[in-house]
């Protein structure tokens, strides 16, 4: 894996045949001790998992640098292939295969408003923000096109450090909806990135907006059809073939391949892997998991929480010991002031960028919604807000693959730019995400918990626990016309009130009904006909 | 992961920065295809996985080869690196996890025998048969050192397949035989085909055999304290920290880890790492696997035993879409019945050597438990003749090492050598493979499964079930000393009859009464002291 990059021995006195050894023996040895701290920090109150990681990363990163005498702490370079190929598919399989399907799509609207409305203003606020602060700060010679490709960069989220502090079952609305926003926001950055990259800069005019919103449409419309092709034609061959007949590990490996071959399909056909392996992952959970042994389910479960968190913690240990590797550092011509400046202005951008969306759209949100109980909450937007601030690993991929040439640079503005991402990034998983479990705790008391599970379902004119969920829509195939009747009036009404509610309901019915019964999956006895 | 590979890109219209999504998708939905047809395959008598899993390579490289307009069958050249650091470890850590370690240990001579000298043997057989027989067929220009790795490259045996025909259970002697001699021969001719490579040539005389020997035991010793010693320390740290009370995820990435970085460790300090991750693995299953929660434990097997059957069949059909690269068979210079005698007197070398050492030591070994009831009889011993005839991914891989730079060869005669292996590994493990099954089942009738069961400790001079292993060693701590002296009494006779039996008994105690409460694993609650 780790071959990918450039990779340059400690020693001397290693064989040449195998140059990977060293570098993957510091860095799985690094990566146990990172779970190991880990693990006896859980309990503290300010450090979370990603600031251990970064931490120990950069120790490492100083010890490599003091052990060869100053020369480069990298024993890797970065490289997007690592990044994209390797340690992003397995962190979004699972974020698709353990999201609450029913949560996430009942706030699917306002998801969808955050993760992509929201990183078109943010990606212009900062561009332009950029654009018009970095040659005041006597930072000059970006193009238009480094611009905008500043935007996307720095409008990409990582909303892991507030997901380790908020809990599912206590706020599950502000779960699904950071979580939501978390995992489009990762597709849509990249598919704008790409989208920016291909675009002619010289003649912005509506029309070249438009064919970018247009592009963005399609690729989200058929990276989601493909994600879903792909799980359903799995499930499809697990449940007619099923193979635990003779051995689970057919069926485990089944699910492993078929999912990362959902990925690069998807990068194959240039669409987005994200939306892609995202989409996958939810169907595979709904159909999949259920037609294989009860070993492979537990398994299957354990092994995609495993590798994402591993992929997830090589990556900050990765950020924190590439922070140290100074030949960057030398090529950048700044002052120091100059670099604060730039520093501080994008950090100002990115909670302005942030600022401008997130209170008006969950106005918005609550506007649509306005018919429901429980609205968003000025502290609950606020969390929200908080929660995206921070920058993570597909801010830095995004800027190595804008600013190098296969993970190096020699241009002293590009550097600059690789130093600036770094830098941000630092600060805002370091110095946000430690302040995000005080805030959080401060802002989500026990009362407002206790409020906030109108992303269950309940809470709503109809108040229905999940049991009812799974058992009305088989009940209309069994009573009578008039009852079936007397639900479509209901539902009819139900439509005009509430939109996603009812197509969800209305999907619960189509899916026992035809899907589960030839994709596989949870039925009730009576359904079984 | 394939990224090792030097790629070549089928398409002309694929974005140069990921070269290696083509080959990657290819192959991992080739991988797939393996996977259904291996499992409608399943219960016919003549095909195996590997059988299946090099025909399906071969179909794809003839297609790819049709595709390309005959230039050349290959996406990824063959690469030792992507072998040795990437595929081969997670087979062989499963192999020691998943063995069944009292049968291994009470054949542990019998499998030394057959794995250590028997490969010697072989190496010697293969060596000075070629080195006699190719200049003969007119195959000249091979130095001396290529004919002693020609030795050892044919002597790495493959048992995939007659493991595969084999029940643990009917026959848990012959199992544990051909089982344990796999991975001891595995590991034997890597470190015997590295010391071949260090030593002088030139002058071979009593004192770099010995050296060669000494070596050897070096390793051996060495490797396997190292596999022992990164065991007990993940058992160690598992059981003290006890991951599981706040997340599975870490422990079951612990282990996962850890024992990638056994095999690491031994690789960078020129170690077997073969050996390394094989103890490790007996060690991980004996004591950490019982440190973890239960849904680990499940999982932790079965992700172990998933990675090796997706390395597995991935080096299969990578060596069937391997033999339709036609540039090395365009720059081979023999005739065809030159080639063909090659072939031929490799086979029979092949045939020759094995039968050369099995029989001997069967006879020795069956002299040395000459007071057990049942020795080895002439049909089993011809299962285990049998059993090494095939050769497979090490042979390959060795191969390449030996004989191209970085996957590619120029000169004839190499190429000419790599060639010849890929023939004889396709031919043993497509003919041979294909009369195992019934080979198998004419010698071992039921009659015979019977008889076996000596290898589970039944049948010597104290007939013993499992459960009175466990409980007699914790008795000794309990009863009076007249009891202990009675039962060291015991022991000395015993000591004096069966060896190894004997110490595996005395081990028992020790585990039990020492190590099982420090590094973990299953006790008697009479023990919990």
Redesign the interface.
Known sequence: ?L??LSYETVGEN??P??P???P??IF??V??LC??I???L?ENRWVNESITAIFIGGLTGILILVLRKGQSSHLLRFS??LF???LLPPIIFNAGFQVKKKQFFQNFITIMLFGIVGVFISTVIISLGSWWLFPKLGFLGLAPRDYLAIGTIFSSTDTVCTLQVLHQDETPLLYSIVFGEGVVNDATSVVLFNAVQKMDVSKINSQTILSVIGDFLYLFSTSTALGIGVGLLTSL?LKT?Y?GK?????E???M???A??SY??A??L?LSGILTVFFCGIIMSHYSWHNVTE??R??AR??F??LS??AETFIFLYVGMDAFDIEKWKMTKLSLGTSLGIYSSIVFLILVGRAVFVFPLSAFSNFMNRRKTSPLTFKQQTVIWWAGLMRGAVSIALAF?QFTYSGVTLDPINATMITNTIIVVLFTTLVFGFLTKPLVNYLITHRMRNQNNRGGGSGGEQPRSPKDDVVLPLLSFDESASANMQIARESFSLLMDRPVYTIHHYWRRFDNAYMRPIFGGPRHSRSEC
């Not at 003779?246 to 057919?250: D, L, T, Y």
């Open positions: 894996m071959s990918l290693v064989s045949e195998h990977q050894v060293v993957i023996t799985v040895a990566l146990c779970l190991v880990g693990h006896l859980e997007e292939e994209f190929i390797y061959v073939l193979f003779h051995s689970s590990i057919r485990l490996a089944m492993v391949l078929m990362y071959l690069m399909l990068e194959l240039e070993s492979s537990i398994t354990h092994v929480a495993m968190f591993v693959k």
